[in-house]
């Protein structure tokens, strides 16, 4: 009996991509072959099903292989097991790294513990994505932060150095590594609309102005990052957001803020009624937030109390996002024309954060 037989020999690592994500999406490999049968690959490559499976299981086993060279990317351009070219390995740590949103939303604020672990069966179940990724994405979520909890200088930075991330995944997982770190309260049912980039949009906006690594400039700060981590918010700045109380104790100084708001919003809002008759609720309520914030639990509470005293009482009287946006524009300004009003530094480096994350969480 004679046997034919083709053999191909090489020495770079073939790595289908459809296949890569197959397997990263947390297929087995019968499922991943069904999944590539129905995308009619038979049909395109002139081959059997067994040779379908066959080539699966040749690549998830690649793939496994390599999964530890994934898990600490720096050392994948320097090993000599596999030949991947340089473009080819930057896809697979990417891709490696890439997460579902809704998961992130799911764990995004928790320790990443044992215990969240744990809950990942439900997670699982409530997202419809397969415990495998699931898995995944939450090994890769605590290493990225036990790697750079303890390190200095810029969050993003050095996860991009020691992942080998794009800037736009390194500024999602810094947002994870932020909200791990600080706790913020992201699960109350009120903040359930909030999805996770409008999370990692206000991250990025705390990151950036209240942390130990942003430093303010006498004028608008230029983020300069300083040597210090910058995932712990300034506790100096932060106790001297107490002194912008004199905005809503001082009567006069509040009635002054009330008319010059009201001078420049006259005429260019519809709710101008409402604004007029609220004015000192929402100051109070923008004012009050800042004067808790030296107290961990208030700090964690900062989302949930911009929803509950702020954007619902607007959203309420039909606040449109142009409304939001002049009237923010306009009390923020406003404040510095008040003569006895001192703090005008400390009082754009809070307000500018404020109206950046209230206008990108307002909404349905």
């Known amino acids: 009996m004679s046997m034919e037989l083709d053999v191909f020999v090489g020495n770079t690592t073939i790595m289908d991509e459809e296949v890569y994500q197959l397997w990263l999406d947390g297929y087995t490999v019968s499922d991943a072959v069904k999944i590539r049968m129905e995308g009619g690959v038979l049909s395109e490559c002139e081959a059997t099903s067994e040779v379908l499976l066959s080539d699966t299981m040749d690549q998830f086993r690649t793939f496994q292989m390599c999964e ?56 699982s179940s409530k997202t419809g994505i397969a415990l495998k990724s699931c898995r995944r994405q939450f090994d890769n979520f605590k290493r990225v932060f036990k790697v750079v909890e303890e390190l200095r200088g810029p969050l993003v930075e050095n996860i991009q150095h020691h992942f080998l991330l794009s800037d736009a995944l390194a500024r999602d997982y810094a947002a ?10 992201t699960g109350k049912r009120k903040l359930q609309y909030l999805s996770f980039q409008d999370f990692a949009f206000c991250a990025g906006q705390l990151i950036s102005y209240w942390t130990v690594g942003a430093v303010g400039e006498t004028t608008l700060w230029k983020s300069i990052m300083m040597e210090d981590m910058d995932v712990e918010l300034e506790k100096e700045f932060l106790h001297d957001l107490k002194d912008l109380k004199v905005l809503i104790n001082d009567k006069d100084m509040l009635d002054q803020h009330k008319s010059l708001v009201c001078g420049q919003l006259k ?3 519809k709710v101008f009624n409402e604004m007029e008759a609220n004015f000192k609720n929402l100051s109070r309520a923008l004012v009050n937030i800042a004067s808790k914030l030296t107290h961990t639990k208030d700090v964690r509470d900062l989302f949930i109390d911009l929803v509950e005293k702020f954007i619902e009482p607007c959203r309420s009287e039909r ?14 300004s406003c404040a510095h024309t008040l003569d006895t009003f001192r703090h005008q530094i400390i009082w754009d480096r809070y307000m500018s954060v404020i109206k950046s994350c209230i206008l990108k969480m307002y909404h349905d």
């Open 176 to 185: 994870i590594v932020f909200f791990a770190n600080s706790r913020f309260e």
């Open 267 to 269: 005429g260019k809002i």
């Open 319 to 332: 606040w449109t996002v142009g409304d939001l946006r002049l009237f923010l524009t306009h009390y923020i």
């Open 68 to 123: 530890r060279l994934l898990q600490s990317p720096t050392k994948l351009a320097n090993q000599l097991l596999f030949q991947i070219p340089p473009q080819r390995q930057a896809m697979l740590i990417e891709r490696y790294y890439e997460f579902d949103s809704v998961f992130a939303r799911e764990v995004l604020g928790k320790k990443l513990s044992k215990g969240t672990k744990k809950d990942l069966d439900d997670i």
